[in-house]
């Protein structure tokens, strides 16, 4: 079963620190995609990063970065220099083809 | 480009009503999700189009549901009969897919709100 964990259910980090939150991955698949994705409060689903399963090195995207490790099925996403718009939900998915999301990380900054 | 659009964006209805949804995919592309959003939780796949064939339902996707894209464009999710259960944040999302790989980026509507009372 293709399955997305996130064992956070809610983070918090002050305004200009950095946070870094974790999503593991069950598949048997060798090519695939991997997103974290952003949706605030009553808000559209925003993708934030992307990332090819085929390429090692690492995708970034201006203050978001994320350490994709294929063999440990491990994909976390740190954000840098963290501001108050950053507040939302954040969910790890896994696409071959349809977006399987994990359980989302409720993420706080605080000013 | 104007993005995946949806409409209505809330729907309020009595229990046993018939309801649909309707979405429009961004344009060049060929592939058409629905997902189900509960509050709290993250959103759960219920059916894909690829052009107008529908390639996959999920079990989730009870008998009262139906989804259409007749001409491969926009797309139809009708519930028949609404239970109290079937409230919650329905997603559309579309992306393309060359056939030879993987599909690209999924992206999202804004979606429609359904609350069954």
């Known amino acids: 079963a293709q399955t997305v964990t996130q064992s956070q259910p809610e983070m918090s980090v002050q305004e200009a620190e950095t946070v870094t939150l974790s999503c593991t991955y069950d598949t048997s698949e060798s090519d695939y995609y991997l997103f974290w994705y952003k949706q605030p409060p009553s808000r559209q689903m925003i993708l934030v990063i992307r990332q090819e399963a085929y390429k090692q090195q690492n995708a970034t995207e201006n203050r978001f970065s994320v350490n994709f490790q294929k063999a440990a099925k491990s994909f976390s996403l740190k954000i840098s220099d963290s501001q108050l718009g950053d507040a939302a939900m954040y969910f790890c998915a896994y696409a071959p083809d349809k977006v399987i999301f994990g359980p989302g990380t409720s993420l706080s900054v605080i000013p | 480009d104007t993005g995946v659009s949806q409409d209505p964006r809330h729907k309020i209805t009595k229990r046993g009503q018939n309801v649909t949804f309707r979405c429009d995919p961004i344009?060049?592309?060929?592939?058409l999700y629905w997902y189900r959003q509960t509050l709290g939780q993250g959103p759960e796949f219920l059916t894909y189009f690829q052009n107008e064939a529908q390639l996959e339902k999920s079990r989730l996707l009870s008998d009262r549901f139906s989804a259409e894209r007749p001409k491969g464009s926009f797309s139809t999710l009708e519930i028949q009969r609404t239970e109290q259960g079937d409230s919650a944040m329905y997603l559309c999302a579309s992306s393309y897919c060359p056939g030879t790989s993987v599909c690209e980026t999924q992206y999202f509507g804004p979606g429609t709100r359904l609350l069954v009372l």
């Open positions: 344009s060049e592309h060929n592939r």
